[in-house]
Every structure is written in C-alpha cells, then in structure tokens.
C-alpha cells in the first residue's frame, strides 16, 4: 500500500503555527511502521515547494511532491493538511484509489464561522471522499460529518510526538534558556536575599489563537482575575497572546479594563510566540479554555514542561489541573491550587502527564493497530489491497 497525506507549504511556515502540520508529520511516521504500507509520500497543495525548517524530510524517509507527480505513485489519499483539487480526487477514484477526509479541525464551526461571521473559508465538494475520518473530540459530529460527505465516518486515535518540542528545546537550550517548570522563591529587595519557603505569584501565559469562538482568551482572562482578587499573590503578571489583532476592539478593551489585572497594570497583550520560546522567558504557567475542542497540541506541550497546566478539557482530566466548562471561579480555585502545591506535588503531576504521553505515543502498538485497522477497511473492496496481501 503507497500512501499520500496532503500538506500546505506557504511563505513563512512554521512548524508551530499550528498543530496540523505536526499530525501530518506523526501520522505519516505511523503509516510507515505498519507492515503492508509500501511507502509514505506528502502531496503538496501549497506554493513553497519545501516544508517548514523544522522538518527534515530525508531523515524522516518522506518526499514531498505535487499532485501530477504523486499521480502513479500512490494508492490510498489522506486528505488532511490541506484541500486537494477535486478533479484529481475523482480521476483518482475513478483509478480505484481511496479518498480518505481525515478532519482535525472542529467540523461545525468550519461551517458555521464563515457564513456568521464573513470569513474566508475553502469548501470543497462532501462527496469527494470514500470514508471520513474524524478525532475523539469530534465524536458528537459524526452524525453531521456522515449526513454532509454521505460516506461512512469513523473515529481515528489522536496522536502526540515530542520530537517537535524536543528539537525546540535544545534550540533554547543554546542560547543558555531551559524549557520546563521551576519553582521560583522571593527575593527580599532590601537584601537581595531569597526568603526560605517563601512563594511567588505565578507568571501565566494565556496561548488561545483568538481567530474562532473554539479557543479565546476570555475564559481564562477572567480565571486568572477572579483568583489575583481572592489572592493578589496567586498571580504576578497576566500575558495573554495572539491578542494584538483585537487589541481595539470595543469587546476586548471592555472586558480587559474590567479586570483589576489590567488595572494595577498586570497584564500585558502580545502577538503570536511559539511555547517553548515564550515560556523560557516570561511565564511559569498556562491558562487555557475550549468549547467542544478538547485535545489541544499545546496542552501536551505545556505539560511536556510540567508547568502548571489550569484547562478545562475532559478528555485531560486526569491531567493537569481541570476546571469544568465556564466555570471561571472554579478555573480560579485551580490556579490558585496550582500556585500553592505545584513544586511540591510535581512527582505525581509528572507521572499522570506520562500516563497520557503512553496513550497518544503514535509509535504505542494501539494505535498503530488502530490506524492499521482504519486503512485496511478503507480499502477492504481495492484491487491493490489485494495484490499487496499476496
């Protein structure tokens, strides 16, 4: 079995701008550990050519090319990283190849969003694919996905690598910075001397992208006010990205000015950083809040560090320290929880992150017999399949 999975190259890419192009990259390195897979190849769909600096393709046994080139080289198409042209799917198919959608973004606000709120959206044909593939945290979609692409639907596991934030580590590690969470004590200004056993504010980043209701800042902005009220020594700076694009908007300047954070001049709005780069030098902890969107690359990041994780993910519950939906006081509680007991209770923090870290390993053999078993009934009626069993 020859595999192609789509990818988007463009000017200035990244391999952090978001968690899409990592999947790409553990998904791809599933599918060649699995026995029938002949080969894995990554269609283009972009206009760069080359992937992201971050990305060696010759040590990873991957090539990149273009649809016309992948033509005669492929057997089944993950459509993933980016929207094939619909022509080349249908001859493909027509070929008795296999189409599989595999959706990671949140499926109903891809369609909702755009037609709201006017923005830009790509929207290719339903009925392109043979199956849809889709993430746990989507499972409440599959009736929708399945009524839209009117295919079968199926879930595939989600799967987390550290070999991204690794790399990036010793990258910081260069420059004389340390990725991972240090408890910090009090310096006396008078004497300049660290006071014994004495605890510091937490310095939290707030990392939500802002360009969908899926992820905002909100939530944790007003989580990390509500526990700075109850306890000003719970938090000593508030650092909320990915906000300069709405740094004017009446909504944003009304609720910021609200909060006492940004009164006693707290709180500081930034653009977009990568993580690692951020967290080495401004932040401590991560405050986090999503609707129905609740297994996030970051939140395998931050806990990668061990830095106090406040979410409200189900799906991490046993991880971090969780809150329950919209629960701003609750989310407050948890920060506060967090900024008492996390340097003393990081063994067990550790171990449950670890737990976590076995589940979504895409090289852990269930999952591979997980995806093994999705390509394998994607393609149970193929002539290739066939021929590659013998």
């Given at each position: 079995?020859?595999?192609?999975?789509?990818?988007?190259?463009?000017?200035?890419?990244?391999?952090?701008?978001?968690?899409?192009?990592?999947?790409?990259?553990?998904?791809?390195?599933?599918?060649?550990?699995?026995?029938?897979v002949?080969s894995?190849?990554?269609i283009?769909?972009?206009?760069?050519?080359?992937?992201?600096?971050?990305?060696?393709?010759?040590?990873r046994?991957?090539?990149?090319?273009?649809?016309?080139?992948?033509?005669?080289?492929?057997?089944?198409?993950?459509?993933?990283?980016g929207?094939?042209?619909?022509?080349?799917?249908?001859?493909?198919?027509?070929?008795?190849?296999?189409?599989?959608?595999?959706?990671?973004?949140?499926?109903?606000?891809?369609?909702?969003?755009?037609?709201?709120?006017?923005?830009?959206?790509?929207?290719?044909?339903?009925d392109?694919?043979?199956?849809?593939?889709?993430?746990?945290?989507?499972?409440?979609?599959?009736?929708?996905?399945?009524?839209?692409?009117?295919?079968?639907?199926?879930?595939?596991?989600?799967?987390?690598?550290p070999?991204?934030?690794?790399?990036?580590?010793?990258?910081?590690?260069?420059?004389?910075?340390?990725?991972?969470?240090?408890?910090?004590?009090?310096?006396?200004?008078?004497?300049?001397?660290?006071?014994?056993?004495?605890?510091?504010?937490?310095?939290?980043?707030?990392?939500?992208?802002?360009?969908?209701?899926?992820?905002?800042?909100?939530?944790?902005?007003?989580?990390?006010?509500?526990?700075?009220?109850?306890?000003?020594?719970?938090?000593?700076?508030?650092?909320?990205?990915?906000?300069?694009?709405?740094?004017?908007?009446?909504?944003?300047?009304?609720?910021?000015?609200?909060?006492?954070?940004?009164?006693e001049?707290?709180?500081?709005?930034?653009?977009?950083h990568?993580?690692?780069?951020?967290?080495?030098?401004?932040?401590?902890?991560?405050v986090?809040?999503?609707?129905?969107?609740?297994?996030?690359?970051?939140?395998?990041?931050?806990?990668?560090?061990?830095?106090?994780?406040?979410?409200?993910s189900?799906?991490?519950?046993?991880?971090?320290?969780?809150y329950?939906?919209?629960?701003?006081?609750d989310?407050?509680?948890?920060?506060?929880?967090?900024?008492?007991?996390?340097?003393?209770?990081?063994?067990?923090?550790?171990?449950?992150?670890?737990?976590?870290?076995?589940?979504?390993?895409?090289?852990?053999?269930?999952?591979?017999?997980?995806?093994?078993?999705r390509?394998?009934?994607?393609?149970?009626?193929?002539?290739?399949?066939?021929?590659?069993?013998?």
């Amino acid at each position: 079995m020859r595999i192609g999975i789509s990818v988007v190259t463009h000017a200035g890419q990244n391999i952090w701008q978001n968690g899409l192009g990592q999947n790409v990259i553990f998904l791809a390195e599933l599918f060649q550990r699995l026995p029938f897979v002949h080969s894995v190849v990554l269609i283009d769909v972009g206009d760069q050519g080359v992937m992201p600096a971050q990305v060696d393709l010759p040590a990873r046994n991957l090539r990149l090319m273009r649809t016309h080139e992948a033509t005669d080289q492929i057997d089944v198409i993950v459509e993933m990283g980016g929207a094939l042209d619909i022509e080349w799917l249908d001859l493909m198919r027509a070929r008795g190849k296999k189409v599989a959608f595999y959706c990671c973004g949140q499926p109903y606000v891809g369609l909702a969003e755009p037609a709201v709120f006017s923005k830009p959206a790509h929207a290719s044909r339903p009925d392109r694919c043979d199956e849809v593939w889709y993430l746990p945290k989507d499972a409440a979609f599959a009736p929708m996905m399945r009524m839209v692409h009117r295919c079968e639907v199926h879930e595939a596991p989600f799967v987390w690598h550290p070999q991204f934030i690794q790399q990036r580590m010793q990258e910081v590690e260069a420059l004389g910075m340390r990725y991972g969470y240090e408890a910090r004590d009090t310096r006396d200004p008078a004497n300049d001397m660290t006071t014994a056993g004495a605890r510091r504010g937490l310095r939290v980043a707030i990392f939500e992208p802002n360009i969908s209701v899926v992820k905002t800042s909100l939530i944790p902005m007003l989580v990390c006010d509500e526990a700075y009220r109850a306890d000003p020594g719970t938090v000593e700076a508030m650092h909320v990205l990915n906000t300069l694009h709405l740094k004017d908007h009446p909504t944003m300047l009304y609720l910021a000015n609200s909060l006492d954070l940004v009164r006693e001049h707290k709180a500081t709005f930034h653009g977009r950083h990568d993580i690692v780069g951020f967290m080495v030098q401004h932040a401590d902890a991560i405050v986090s809040h999503q609707w129905q969107n609740d297994q996030n690359y970051s939140y395998l990041d931050a806990l990668y560090g061990n830095y106090p994780l406040v979410h409200n993910s189900p799906w991490l519950r046993e991880a971090g320290y969780y809150y329950h939906g919209f629960d701003a006081r609750d989310g407050a509680a948890q920060l506060q929880r967090a900024a008492v007991g996390h340097a003393n209770g990081l063994d067990d923090y550790r171990a449950r992150s670890q737990r976590l870290f076995a589940e979504v390993d895409p090289f852990s053999q269930h999952n591979l017999d997980a995806y093994a078993g999705r390509l394998l009934h994607l393609c149970r009626d193929a002539k290739f399949a066939h021929r590659a069993s013998h």
